[in-house]
C-alpha cells in the first residue's frame, strides 16, 4: 500500500500514526517519524555587532597610560565564525591627554585554547594579524573602534585579542580606564614602568575581562518552501 502525502512544508520534522482497518478489525496505531529537507534556501550575510560583556566596573588595561608599557593578552568565547569588521572596546571616561600609542593585533585560537601566566606575549601575538598602530582618539567616552580588515574567524574557534599599549613617561599620568565583565582567567597582562619588558617575559592572570563589540558577517539560512 502506498500513502501520498502532499503540501508539507520543507525544513520541517513530521509525526506519522498508521492504523490497519479490515470490516470491523483494527490493529494497534503504528507511529513512525520523517524529515523533509529545505528544497530552497535563501542565505543572507548581515553584519551584526556581537557584545560580549555588559559590566560596568572599570579597569586600567587594555587602554594605555596607566603604566609605561602594558601587554595584554584577552581571550573571548565565540559561538560565531565569519569575517570580522571590526572591535572595540568601552572608554569609560573621556581623555584629552596625549603621549599613549597602542598596537592591536587578532588571532583565532582553538576552542579549548587557555590562558596561562607562564605564557610569554611574544609566543601569543605569533601567528596574529596586526589591525592597529598608533595613537586613538579618547577624547570622546565610549566605544574606540578598531576596524579588521581580510581576517576571518574559523567555526570552532575562540578570538584571542592582543594589546600593546606605550604611556606616559609619569605613571598613571595618561591613565584611562575601560569597561570590564569578570569572566575567569580571560585576561594575561604585564605591566611595568621606566623600561620596556619586552615581549619574552611570563606575565599575570585577571579576571577583568574588558567588555567588547564585534562587527562581523553572520551568516543566515532561510528555508523558503511552502
Not at 550575510?45 to 602594558?70: A, D, E, K, M, R
Not at 570622546?140 to 580588515?149: D, K, Q
Amino acid at each position: 500500500t502506498t500513502i501520498t502525502l502532499t503540501d508539507l512544508q520543507g525544513n520541517s520534522n513530521y509525526e506519522m500514526r498508521v492504523q490497519a482497518v479490515c470490516g470491523e478489525n483494527t490493529s494497534a496505531w503504528t507511529t513512525g517519524a520523517f524529515a523533509v529537507d529545505c528544497q530552497t534556501e535563501e542565505i543572507t550575510v548581515t553584519p551584526t555587532n556581537l557584545v560580549i560583556g555588559t559590566g560596568t566596573s572599570t579597569t586600567n588595561y587594555i587602554f594605555p597610560g596607566y603604566y609605561g608599557w602594558q601587554y595584554s593578552a584577552i581571550l573571548y568565547d565565540m559561538e560565531n565564525a565569519g569575517p570580522i569588521n571590526s572591535i572595540a572596546f568601552y572608554l569609560n571616561s573621556a581623555s584629552t591627554t596625549s603621549g599613549s600609542s597602542m598596537t592591536v593585533w587578532v588571532k583565532a585560537v582553538p576552542s579549548d585554547y587557555a590562558l596561562a601566566a607562564s605564557n610569554t606575549f611574544a609566543t601569543m601575538v605569533d601567528g596574529a594579524q596586526q589591525i592597529y598602530e598608533g595613537a586613538p582618539d579618547f577624547s570622546t567616552a565610549g566605544w574606540i573602534t578598531f576596524p579588521v580588515n581580510n581576517f576571518t574567524l574559523p567555526e570552532g574557534q575562540d578570538l584571542l585579542v592582543l594589546v600593546r599599549g606605550v604611556g606616559c613617561s609619569t605613571s598613571g599620568g595618561c591613565s584611562k580606564s575601560v569597561r570590564y565583565t569578570y569572566t575567569s582567567n580571560k585576561l594575561w597582562y604585564k605591566l611595568q614602568d621606566s623600561s620596556d619588558p619586552g615581549q619574552s617575559v611570563t606575565g599575570t592572570l585577571s579576571s577583568y575581562r574588558p567588555n567588547i563589540t564585534i562587527n562581523m558577517d553572520v551568516t543566515v539560512v532561510t528555508c523558503n518552501d511552502q
